[in-house]
């Protein structure tokens, strides 16, 4: 009997609950990304443009659904408290390499409007570190991202 309900919960609730989470791991991204560009007190449509772009490839998302995302997160980074939110989803959910590349990510935001503002990569420094990035793989994330912008 308990096996039967365990069953049940298994194939039924738990595909919920993980959309749920796969909805949160994409904001929490969108949210990263967006604070970047609202970083240096200007959010330019370069920046928005990239992190639009950026959402949408990673996440193979259509142009309004991604658009959605970017409003909620938006709202996200408006209401939070702190980057830990954020990162510690991330931390659970990604590997190495895949927050290596949401660095990354961070940095094509950062150089979308070909200018490096110190607060852009002070916040960029602070949340790889947060997703314990090596120095190493910081560095070459942001080598890799100015070579393509």
């Known amino acids: 009997m308990i096996e039967a309900i365990r069953k049940f919960f298994e194939a039924n609730m ?6 749920h989470d796969e909805h949160g791991l994409r904001l929490a991204c969108a949210a990263l990304l967006y604070e970047v ?7 330019q449509g370069a920046e928005l443009d990239a992190v639009a772009r950026l959402v949408q490839e990673k996440f193979g998302l259509a142009p309004d659904v991604a658009g959605d995302l970017l409003a909620a997160a938006e709202q996200e980074v408006h209401n939070a408290v702190s980057y830990h939110e954020f990162t ?13 590349r949401l660095v990354e990510m961070m940095w094509h935001v950062a150089f979308a409007d070909h200018h490096l503002d110190k607060y852009e990569e002070h916040l960029i420094r602070k949340v790889a570190d947060l997703l314990y990035i090596s120095h190493v793989d910081f560095i070459q994330a942001k080598h890799r991202a100015q070579a393509a912008d």
Not at 14 to 19: D, F, G, Q, Y
Not at 37 to 43: C, G, P, Q, S, T
């Open 88 to 100: 510690s989803l991330i931390n659970q959910r990604f590997s190495y390499e895949q927050k290596t």
């Open 37 to 43: 560009a609202r970083m240096d007190f200007k959010v």
């Open 14 to 19: 738990l595909p919920a609950a993980s959309e």
